[in-house]
Each structure stands twice: as structure tokens, then as C-alpha cells.
């Protein structure tokens, strides 16, 4: 008598490990906890900001006077117009939608340090010979929580808004343009999913390492992300942003699925 094992085809296997990690994300509490926070982190700062805008702060060492600024309008959280006043390192450049790239990195390396921590790594490679749709899977797992979060951010960014009083007037930037600065942001996440994937993998159980890892080279990314998703954003940048996603996805997918098969899992 000899017995027969089923072969799953590379499709079968990579839509039961997506069903297995959609469903671990949507039953976990991480993620609701991190949808709360884009929700309300943007309410909490557009009311704070207007709130103190315009107040005058003195060094008394020096005697040098600041005046605390403000969002002229709303659609600042979402990126920056592009001018001289907001490319530099100001409130309204720096805390705005550009943040989330970090927030899913943390995300990205706590979920992934679970399957070694848990020992799920270990049983599923021990079972399986192939690991590419399990990187699959995560980037796939990773894109779709930020997107989830920029979703969210959008939303309470409408609300805090319309709590603080902040001006929806759109000025010289249009529709078109906020539509196409949130879709190249959206594209943009790929590349730090990506990254983000590749190092959670490397560093395996050690989370804090696969954090510190991933900030550390997202950072290095992140002077670039207002020049191409600016407010101002045309198909160009949509474009753009889609391409780089996809060239990092494949890139440091393949370099993840050589750390599995080179470095020791069990």
C-alpha cells in the first residue's frame, strides 16, 4: 500500500497563507489599536496646532521670539504644496500623513517577530519547502494594513478639521491632485513594506532589532517621500511611486526569501 500526498500548486499555497495571516491581522488586537491611533492622531493635532497658533514664545537666554504656526488648511496633513515654507523642517511638514510609513514599519516587525517567537515559523517551514509565498503573503499582509492606516488617517484628519475649525479651502491645489498625492502615498508604502519585511525576517524573534533595523533605513527614505508624493501630485508621481513600490517589492522580496533559505529558521 503506498500513500499518496497531495501537491498544492503555488497558487493553493499562497491563497491559504494569505487566508491564515488575513485572518490572524484581522482578529489581532495590533490592528485595530494601530487604525485607532491614524484615526485620532491627526484629529489630536490639527485641534492642538489651531488651538496654538499665532501664541509667541520667548528664549529667555536670548531673548529670540517664535511664534508657534498652525495648518492653513486641512489638506496640509496630507503632504506638503511643495513651497519653500513647507519643505523644510517644519510642524506642518513633519507631522503629517508622512508619519504612517513609520507606524507600519513597527506594525510590520511586530507581526512578523510573532511567527518565530510563537514557533509558527518554525512548524510551517518544517512543512513547507518553499518560502516565497510566505514573503508574499506578508508584503501582501503589510500593504494592506497601510493602506488601512492611510484610509483611517484621511478620516480623522476630516474630522479633526472640522472639530478645530481648520480650513478646507483647497487654494492652487485641486481634487485631481489631492487624489493622485493619496494614491502615490499609498503606491509609496510598498517600499517600506518591503524593507520593513526583510529586515522583521532577519532579525526573526528579536523585534526590537527588526525595528530599530527598519526605522533606521526607512529614515534614510524619508527626506524623499514629501519631493515625490507632494500635494501638488500628478500622474507622474502616481507613476513614480507605483514603479519604485513594485522594483522594491520584487528587490528585497528576493533578498528575504534568500535570508529563509539561508539562515537557520528552527
Known sequence: MTTEFEHYTFKQRLTSMLSIDLRRMFTTRLFYLFVAICLVIPAIILIMT?????????????????????????????????????????????????????????????????????????????????????????????????????????????????????????????VGNIVMCVLAKIFLMGVFVSISTFMCIFAKEKTWLGIIASCAVCMLLFSMIPMISPLKSTILNVVLCLVGGLLFEFGFGALSNLILKKLSIL
Open 50 to 174: 489651531n488651538a496654538m497658533a499665532g501664541s509667541v514664545s520667548v528664549d529667555p537666554n536670548t531673548g529670540a521670539e517664535t511664534v508657534a504656526e498652525g495648518f492653513d488648511n486641512v489638506w496640509q496633513m496630507i503632504g506638503s504644496d511643495g513651497s519653500s515654507a513647507s519643505a523644510g523642517m517644519s510642524l506642518t511638514s513633519m507631522c503629517n500623513i508622512n508619519l504612517l510609513y513609520f507606524g507600519i514599519v513597527i506594525f510590520i516587525s511586530l507581526f512578523i517577530s510573532e511567527d518565530f517567537k510563537s514557533g509558527y515559523a518554525k512548524n510551517l517551514f518544517t512543512v513547507r519547502s518553499s518560502k516565497t509565498d510566505y514573503v508574499i503573503s506578508k508584503t501582501a499582509v503589510g500593504m494592506i494594513a497601510g493602506v488601512s492606516t492611510i484610509i483611517f488617517f484621511l478620516i480623522g484628519t476630516i474630522i479633526g478639521g472640522s472639530i478645530a475649525g481648520v480650513s478646507f479651502d483647497l487654494g492652487t491645489v485641486t
